[in-house]
């Protein structure tokens, strides 16, 4: 579907610089309806990336659990102990780690 997007979106730009039509791509589209299309493309778009981000947040999820339970078995539970984290709370050092990566633990 990504790829849908990229091809739909790479022939409205480049239409917009072949005077309205675009012979390189099947889609042959006229500026009149591009102004018709962009704003659906637009949305889709935005559509896209939001699905795409929300799919991570379950694997997020388990990580910090995995963090948690680390945390636990070191004996720095509920606030960490030992530097660089220090006073923090080990939900929200797990949280941060596995934000960045969600093999952090």
Known sequence: MLMILAVLCFDLVLAQHCSGQCFLLPLNLTVMTQKKIMPKMIFISCLAILIAGCG??????????????????????????SAPDAGRKAEDVARERCGRTVTAF
């Open 56 to 81: 991570n947040s379950v694997e997020v999820d388990k990580c910090v659990a995995r963090g948690v339970e680390y945390f636990k078995e070191m004996g720095s539970y509920p606030n960490l102990t």
